[in-house]
């Protein structure tokens, strides 16, 4: 089996082709977040949102969609990299997939559907404290819990809003 290595003449070609993939990447992500904040939405059990739902869209998602881009960018590139080569262009996917991903998702939150975030937030509250009231927890600790839950997320949404 030959092995080649990527030459200084097909730099541009290279560059390229990582930052479609990155941009592939990011669009994916994004994609899984919108899923990811839309069945969140409409999940009646705990465990699903919190679970079950984070696990896929958080963790088996990314990886296998990681994956599966890194293994087309290889073979879009020659089939072989050095160590260097394979690091540099990893870092640059996931940089680009990143940043792709994050301007997705600042646009989606702030301009396309502002209220997504409180809409979320308060579903979470919901669903816990109902979670917490089949649990027999008494109403004065719900009505505390829900204060702090609110807390939080007032916190959060001033960090967001800035």
């Known amino acids: 089996m030959e092995k080649q290595?990527?030459?200084?003449?097909?730099?541009?070609?290279?560059?390229?082709?990582?930052?479609k993939s990155g941009l592939i990447l990011g669009l994916a992500m994004f994609v899984l977040g919108i899923a990811l904040l839309f069945l969140m939405q409409t999940a009646?059990?705990?465990?699903?949102?919190?679970?079950i739902y984070p696990l896929v869209f958080l963790v088996v998602g990314p990886i296998v969609?990681?994956?599966f881009v890194l293994k087309n960018l290889r073979k879009?590139?020659?089939?072989?990299?050095?160590?260097?080569?394979?690091?540099k262009s990893i870092f640059i996917v996931f940089l680009v997939g990143w940043l792709a991903s994050f301007?997705?998702?600042?646009?989606?939150?702030?301009?396309?559907?502002?209220?997504?975030?409180?809409?979320?937030?308060?579903?979470i509250k919901d669903t816990t404290l109902i979670f917490m009231k089949n649990q027999?927890?008494?109403?004065?600790?719900?009505?505390?819990?829900?204060?702090k839950m609110d807390e939080q997320f007032a916190k959060q949404n001033a960090i967001m809003s800035k």
Request: hydrophobic content about 35%.
């Open 5 to 19: 290595i990527i030459s200084n003449d097909a730099q541009p070609k290279v560059y390229e082709e990582i930052f």
């Open 44 to 51: 009646n059990s705990f465990w699903t949102m919190v679970i």
């Open 65 to 67: 969609l990681s994956v």
């Open 76 to 87: 879009n590139i020659g089939g072989y990299w050095t160590f260097k080569q394979a690091l």
């Open 103 to 123: 301007s997705l998702n600042l646009l989606y939150t702030k301009v396309i559907d502002p209220s997504a975030t409180e809409k979320m937030q308060e579903h």
């Open 136 to 147: 027999g927890t008494e109403q004065e600790k719900l009505d505390e819990e829900g204060k």
